[in-house]
Structure formats: structure tokens, C-alpha cells
């Protein structure tokens, strides 16, 4: 339960919300103006994370050479290998597959599922098990313009103008021309998206969309998705094997360079295996656990770009890699639970961010990162946030307002994981708001492809967060999920076409992993300083102390 | 306002004992005590079931069951993490399945074990019923069997305790995916719009704003009109 000093807060945002109940009935939810195109621009270079000082900083090694990242990314790109390319011999492989699928969210298990339907033997190597990935956690939404009000042209128009019109067109345009058909897919493996009694798609807006395009399956969206998916993965023994436990740690190609397998590491085992393949996909999500400035997160563990990193390392492009999304409604109390999401749905169903007065101060849904810089300025610069006994600053989220507007029981129905979230630690948040504050969420940029899911290397496909291009440098919820599914599809056809048509392999190599290594020993880069990450580390010092000869995953924090 | 030192608590991993902050989830509180995990861990966040975990606490005879990244130690807890369940997983194709009775009697020949003694639903931690979800499916009410079990992350501890050695939560999967794809009523607006995608509608006007300079393209997105139900 929250402590006296904040119910006191939180009797002003009670005096408050009978008013902000009539401005919602009166004006849906544009209780407050939404800004403009001047208006959006200022306050991110003000107070958005991205536009610090120190934000970026130039790579010194790799394809990007030379151009500004996120720090932090650039940190982890200048980075040794994890494997000596000596020791193995590619004439042996372990195992060898048509496709060749790297991580098991519901991007890489759509890739393996649909090569596996055009014929292609599969392998899928993931970190941990099937299934545990970014994609299981999400809870809002998935975008698709199938009803009558709405259009491709219209989810177009939204997509590139919340990535601030540097998305790639032709990826956009593949996205909104496959998405109704990808709903229809999921729906036929047996997804139960929230219908109206008419069954037509229950749908509701998010931040930055022009239309109610949102489609759910109750605040389960993404495990409702990604756990038919991966029981589907189950049923096709035959065609799919999964190696679980076993995340890649490098590429590899052949002497015409193309794609031509990957080397896993298994976590329990500690032993490295060989992987020949004729085509292979990338779908190892995003980099949240890089704790980019210090920031809490919602990714799931293994969320540490690795994939970016094997891609790299193998010479393609990254494109939009300065730009870093953080979710605006992040809890900050209690303790357990800082970091972890309050998700978009509560602010499309009416919840109302406002201030310690109870005021409301930005229009519930802009874009996302517009509408975390509000968050940020209100919290600090204007100084009408609230503070946490461990000393975070964050402002209330007033979800009470969704029973109000939606009817007695709405949060329990629609709502389910928030409500149980709060609830163990005795918060009815349909009596009580929610404390916020942005938490990182989501990589914008990515590993370049074009609209196959193609790279620039042959038979290198990447599906999923790991992209770059399709949301620009700032995503809307929903967005991604889509992105899993269309994405995904499209590189598992492709893939598997490649091996229809026959791939003429030349000598498997590492060579792409020497010639890296000599660029970071020219920066002179710590021989402990190793990536793919694998995992975070999250082992206090007093203790690692006493692990005089622990080796850990993760080198960066 | 601000806590200066935090208090410590006894816990027992797998029968060591270990000082930890006391507002330590199980998660944490291993991660503390210097575990570099690389099972029985997942999402951190409540959503994946990867962290079962049994713990007695102190002074009761009674084991419990939790997600680890959920759960709060107190001082004297016991724990251990079961971070795999060795669980029967039947195979088959939707496409050829039929959403009644019989399908479940194939497949789940188990759930008609049932005793009813409703040790599930004490052991889950998202609090379903998943006793009633299970008497459901033996009535062959697929729709209530979905709708109940609908928050399952697939933890797997209510298999650990069945003493008719059923598999719920492999059920309750194929409930929901039956229900999705048989039962749930159609969308047509859907396939309609997947029509008019197919027939080209669209093609000329996408065609023309892929080409569109960023100032034309901005000034079309901020005049588009804001229409939400
Ligand atoms: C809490 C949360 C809520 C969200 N809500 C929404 C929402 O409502 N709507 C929306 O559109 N988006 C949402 N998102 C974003 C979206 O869910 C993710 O962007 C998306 O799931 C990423 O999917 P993916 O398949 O690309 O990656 P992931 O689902 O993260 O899967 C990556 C997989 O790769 C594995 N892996 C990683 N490295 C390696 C390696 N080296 N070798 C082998 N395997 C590896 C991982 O273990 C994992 O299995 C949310 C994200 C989070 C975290
Ligand atoms: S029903 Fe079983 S597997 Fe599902 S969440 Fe509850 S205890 Fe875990
Ligand atoms: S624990 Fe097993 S036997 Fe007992 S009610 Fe649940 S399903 Fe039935």
C-alpha cells in the first residue's frame, strides 16, 4: 500500500477527478490540447533522453563507423569476441539445417513456423526457452487497419509521422499492406482476440494512431500470441527442433559471403556447437538490459542485443541506432516492481496522467517519446512530481478513471495483469493510481533490411526488434507486435525460398570474426570487454569480490 | 522520507542460508547472494512462468508455491527453484481437430482423473480456478474452459501438485486455441479488408506517399483527421 505522504497526493488527484471524468465524457480522450509539430520538437530536445549531451557517441569500429550511437551501444560494439576462431573446425558441424532461426520471440517462431510450411527443415537456437522473449510480455496491442473507419494509407500516415519520417517506405509500406492478413493468421492458429458481441474486432486507439486500430487479447496481448505460437512450435516436431539453452555467439559465413551457419554457446554446459545452414534468421529482439543511462527496464533478461552485435560483427549496417524509446508509464513503487510496465492500454481505456496536484498537463496519448518528455519535465523541471522513498520522482497515472468511463469491473476484465500486478502488494488500482515514470523499453533502430527481411549479406535475414527502418527512430504501441508477425512471416518465406532455389555453399568462415578482432585491438579495447552480452550481470561487488575466478556474462555494467 | 539502511533477512536457498535485503524478490534476493542465473528466470516481470519456485516460511508446515521474480522473501524462507517440469505434451494439427468433447478425451484422457480436491487452484499464482477450468473441459465447455484459464503463464506448478498427475496448463492451451479458431465468432471486416488490400486498392495512393518528399508527407500527417471510438 502506498505510504501516508502519498495518499495525501493522492487525495488531491480524488478531489480532482470528478472534473477530469466530465472532460473525458465531454471530450473522449482529448481531455487536453495535443501538441504540434513546434510544440513535439521542443520538448524533445529538451527534456527527451536521446538529445543529452552525452547521449551519443561515434563508433570507432565496425560498418557504422564514425557515426554517432547511443553511447551505450557503441560501448558494446567496440567489443571483443567471445569465441577463439581457431579452435573449431567448420567441416564438422554439430548439426545442419535448411533455416537456421536465432531466438525464439514470436518474430523468430512466425519465421520458423512459416519456413517450416514451405518445406524447409528448421533449426531454432535460443537463449533460454521458447517463448521467453520481449514478445511474451507484451500487454497492450497489436496494430492493424481492417475496419471499416480505417485504411493502410491511414496506419501509413501514423507510422511515419510518430517515427518522425525516417522510416524506411517500402518497409512500412509491406508492414501495412500485411497486417489485416496477419491478424487473420493468428486468429486461425487460434489467438482469441477481444471481439464485440457482433465479432467484430474490439479495437481502441494508442498514442500517436488517427483510428481505433488497436486489436487486443485482454492485457495478455503478447503471450496471447507468442504462447500459440510456441505451441505450434510444439506440434511440429518433424520439421522444427529447438535448442534451448543455447544462444549464438557468432555468425557464420562462407568464402563467397554469404550466410552459412552460427556457433552456439549452451549456458548450462558451457559447450560450443556447430550450426550449418543455408539460410539463417536473426530474431534476438531488443537491448534492454544494456541499462542505457542508467535506466530501469521492461525487457525481458536476455534482452541484450546480441544479435546486433553477431550481425555487425559480420559487416551489415545499423540503421537509427541514436535513437532509444522509453516507455512513458514505467511503475517506480512499489520497490519490486520499479521498471516493470504500466501498459499503454490503461491510457487508451482513459486513465489520465496528471500531476501531485491531481492536474492533468500533456494529452494522454501522444507519441510516445513526446509524451515521456512530458513525464520528464513535469516530474523534474517544473518540479510536480512525487517522490518515492528510495528517491525516484515519477507522476500519477489515474486509472480509477477507466472503471468511470468503461463501467464497474473494467479493470478487472480488461486489465487482469496490471490489476494482479498491484495487487500483490495491495494496490487496487481501480481504487488508487498508479505511480510513473519512463523506463526503457524499446531499441527504435535496428540491423538494415529491406522489405524480403533481407540484409546486404546473402541468405541473412532479420525479423523483429532487431530491425531497423520500419519505425523510424521513435515506434507507436502496437507497432511491434505487428512488426513480429509481418516481418517474421516475410523472412521465413524468404528464407526457405532461398533454399528451394538451391544454395551452392563455398568454404564455411570465420574470417568476418578475425578481421573484427583487429579493428577493436587497434582501439585498444579490454581483452575482457566481450559481446554478444548474453546476460546481464546483476552480482553485487561485495560478493564478486570473493568469486575470485567467476567468469560472468555480461561485461558492460 | 528517505530509508537509510535497509534491513536484512534470513533466507534459505536450497537449505543455505543467506542474508538478504528484506524488500528482495526471490529473484533478487539469489542474484544478492551471488547466483549467476541461467534457469528459473525468464521475463522478470511476471508474464513467462519461467520461475516456479517451492518455499516454506517459517514456523509453517505448509509448502507454497510462487514466481520468483513475484514473490517477496520473509525472514526464514526456504526455497527451491523448479525450473523445468517434465510434463506430457500431446501432439496434434488444430486443422484436423474438432472443438468438442472428444477431442479432449483423446488427447487429455487424464483430466476425467480429476478427484476435485482443488490443489490447483490453491498452487497457482495467478489465481485462476484452475480446478473449475478443468471441470469445464470434462463437461466439454470449451469457451468457459478458455475464458478461465485465460491469465496462464504456464508455470507449471499446478501439475507439480495434481495427485491425478494432470498436465492443466497443456489443456487449457489447447481450449484457447480451439476456442480462437473454432468457436470464437467471425470477423468478416477482417477478410474484407484483407480483400480490398488484395484487389489493389490501396496500391496507387501507398505508391504516391512512399515517393512523397518529408514536407508534404508531414503536412498530409498533421492535417489527417483524428477520428477514435
Ligand atoms: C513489457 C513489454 C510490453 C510490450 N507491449 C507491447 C505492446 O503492447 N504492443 C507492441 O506492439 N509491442 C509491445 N512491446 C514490444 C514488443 O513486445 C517487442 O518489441 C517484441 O516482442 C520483440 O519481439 P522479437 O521476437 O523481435 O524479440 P523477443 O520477443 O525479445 O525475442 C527474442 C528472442 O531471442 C532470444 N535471444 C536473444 N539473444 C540471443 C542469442 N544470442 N542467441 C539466441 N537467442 C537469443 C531471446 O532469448 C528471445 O527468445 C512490449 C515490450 C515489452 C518488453
Ligand atoms: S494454471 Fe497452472 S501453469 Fe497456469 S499459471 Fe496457474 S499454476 Fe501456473
Ligand atoms: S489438483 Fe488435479 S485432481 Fe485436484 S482438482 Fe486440480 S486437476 Fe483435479
Not at chain 1, 525516484?392 to 464497474?408: A, F, K, Q, Y
Not at chain 2, 542474508?19 to 534457469?39: H, R
Not at chain 2, 483430466?111 to 484452475?130: E, G, H, L, M
Amino acid at each position: 500500500m502506498y505510504p501516508d505522504y502519498m495518499l495525501e497526493s493522492i487525495k488531491k488527484v480524488e478531489q480532482t477527478r470528478p472534473q477530469r471524468f466530465e472532460l473525458a465524457k465531454k471530450h473522449g480522450k482529448q481531455v487536453y490540447p495535443p501538441m504540434g509539430e513546434k510544440e513535439r520538437g521542443d520538448i524533445l530536445a529538451n527534456y527527451h533522453p536521446d538529445y543529452k549531451d552525452d547521449a551519443l557517441r561515434e563508433v570507432q569500429v565496425g560498418p557504422n563507423k564514425g557515426e554517432k550511437l547511443t553511447a551505450k551501444v557503441s560501448d558494446m560494439l567496440e567489443s571483443h569476441t567471445r569465441i577463439d576462431p581457431k579452435k573449431f573446425d567448420l567441416n564438422k558441424p554439430d548439426h545442419v539445417t535448411d533455416v537456421l532461426v536465432i531466438g525464439a520471440g514470436s518474430a523468430g517462431m512466425s519465421a520458423a513456423i512459416t519456413a517450416a510450411g514451405n518445406g524447409s527443415k528448421v533449426i531454432i537456437a535460443t537463449k533460454l526457452r521458447l517463448g521467453d522473449s520481449n514478445s511474451m510480455m507484451a500487454q497492450g496491442g497489436i496494430q492493424a487497419a481492417d475496419q471499416k473507419d480505417d485504411s493502410p494509407i491511414l496506419h501509413y500516415l501514423d507510422i511515419m509521422g510518430g517515427g518522425h519520417f525516417d522510416n524506411k517506405p517500402e518497409l512500412v509500406k509491406a508492414f501495412v499492406k500485411d497486417a489485416p492478413s496477419a491478424i487473420k493468421w493468428l486468429s486461425d492458429l487460434g489467438v482469441m482476440f477481444d471481439k464485440n458481441p457482433d465479432g467484430s474486432m474490439m479495437v481502441k486507439p494508442g498514442g500517436g494512431t488517427c483510428r481505433s486500430r488497436m486489436h487486443s487479447t485482454r492485457d495478455y496481448t503478447g503471450a496471447g500470441i507468442c504462447r500459440v505460437l510456441r505451441d505450434e512450435v510444439y506440434n511440429l516436431p518433424d520439421k522444427i527442433k529447438y535448442l534451448e539453452y543455447n544462444p549464438v555467439v557468432e555468425l557464420i559465413l562462407d568464402d563467397k559471403g554469404q550466410a552459412a551457419g552460427a556457433i552456439t554457446y549452451h549456458l548450462g554446459t558451457k559447450q560450443y556447437s556447430i550450426i550449418k545452414a543455408k539460410s539463417v534468421i536473426i530474431s534476438t529482439g531488443g537491448y534492454g538490459r544494456l541499462h542505457i543511462r542508467g535506466y530501469e527496464t521492461t525487457n525481458h533478461y536476455g534482452a541484450t542485443a546480441d544479435g546486433l552485435m553477431l550481425a555487425y560483427r559480420a559487416g551489415v549496417k545499423l540503421l537509427y541506432m541514436d535513437s532509444v524509446q522509453y516507455h512513458p508509464t514505467g511503475a517506480i513503487f512499489p520497490e519490486q516492481i520499479v521498471g516493470f510496465l504500466c501498459t499503454e492500454k490503461i491510457r487508451t481505456m482513459g486513465a489520465q496522467p496528471v500531476n501531485k496536484n491531481g492536474e492533468l498537463f500533456v494529452y494522454p496519448l501522444e507519441p510516445r517519446d513526446v509524451e515521456a518528455s512530458s513525464f520528464i519535465r513535469e516530474s523534474h523541471e517544473r518540479n510536480l512530481g512525487i517522490t518515492t522513498p528510495k528517491g525516484l520522482r515519477g507522476i500519477w497515472l489515474d486509472s480509477p478513471l477507466v472503471d468511470m468511463i468503461n463501467g464497474e469491473g473494467a479493470i478487472n476484465k480488461y486489465l487482469p495483469a496490471m490489476h494482479r500486478q498491484y495487487a500483490r502488494f495491495d494496490i487496487d488500482i481501480a481504487k488508487y493510481p498508479m505511480l510513473v515514470f519512463p523506463t526503457l523499453h524499446y531499441q527504435n533502430g535496428g540491423i538494415e533490411i529491406n522489405k524480403d527481411a533481407e540484409t546486404t549479406i546473402p541468405g541473412l535475414y532479420v525479423a523483429g526488434e532487431a530491425t531497423g527502418g520500419v519505425h523510424g527512430r521513435n515506434r507507436l504501441m502496437g507497432n511491434s507486435q505487428m512488426d513480429l508477425i509481418v516481418f517474421g512471416r516475410r523472412s521465413g518465406l524468404h528464407a526457405s525460398e532461398r533454399v528451394k532455389k538451391g544454395v551452392k555453399f563455398g568454404k564455411m568462415s570465420l574470417e568476418h570474426v578475425y578481421s573484427y578482432e583487429k579493428e577493436v585491438d587497434e582501439i585498444n579495447i579490454d581483452k575482457n570487454k566481450i559481446a554478444p552480452i548474453l546476460l546481464p550481470d546483476y552480482i553485487p561487488n561485495h560478493v564478486k569480490e570473493k568469486q575470485v575466478d567467476t567468469e560472468y556474462f555480461g561485461t558492460l555494467i | 522520507m528517505m530509508k537509510s539502511k535497509e534491513n536484512m533477512v534470513t533466507v534459505y536457498i536450497m537449505g543455505d542460508a543467506y542474508n538478504v535485503p528484506e524488500s528482495s524478490t526471490i529473484i533478487t534476493a539469489m542474484e544478492y547472494s551471488g547466483f549467476q542465473l541461467t534457469t528459473g528466470v525468464g521475463c522478470r516481470e511476471g508474464f513467462c512462468g519461467a520461475c516456479a519456485t517451492i518455499y516454506r516460511e517459517k514456523g509453517d508446515y505448509k509448502l507454497k508455491g510462487g514466481l520468483a521474480c513475484q514473490t517477496v522473501v520473509t525472514d526464514g524462507m526456504t526455497l527451491a527453484q523448479i525450473p523445468f517440469m517434465p510434463a506430457e505434451k500431446p501432439i496434434y494439427d488444430l486443422k484436423e481437430l474438432k472443438p468438442d468433447i472428444n477431442t479432449i478425451k483423446e488427447l487429455f484422457p487424464t483430466i476425467f482423473r480429476c478427484v476435485s480436491c482443488n490443489t490447483c487452484t490453491k498452487a497457482c499464482p495467478q489465481d485462476i480456478d484452475v480446478m473449475d477450468y478443468i471441470q469445464a473441459l470434462k463437461k466439454g465447455n470449451i469457451a468457459e474452459a478458455a475464458d478461465i484459464s485465460f491469465d496462464c503463464i504456464r508455470c507449471g506448478l499446478c501439475a507439480l501438485r495434481c495427485p491425478a498427475e494432470i498436465v492443466q496448463y497443456n489443456a487449457a492451451t489447447l481450449a484457447r486455441r480451439l476456442y480462437g479458431s473454432y468457436l470464437a465468432k467471425k470477423s468478416p471486416e477482417v477478410d474484407e479488408s484483407i480483400e480490398d488490400i488484395k484487389a489493389g486498392k490501396y496500391d496507387k495512393e501507398l505508391e504516391e506517399l512512399t515517393k512523397m518528399d518529408r514536407k508534404t508527407l508531414s503536412e498530409k500527417y498533421y492535417a489527417r483527421e483524428t477520428k477514435l471510438r
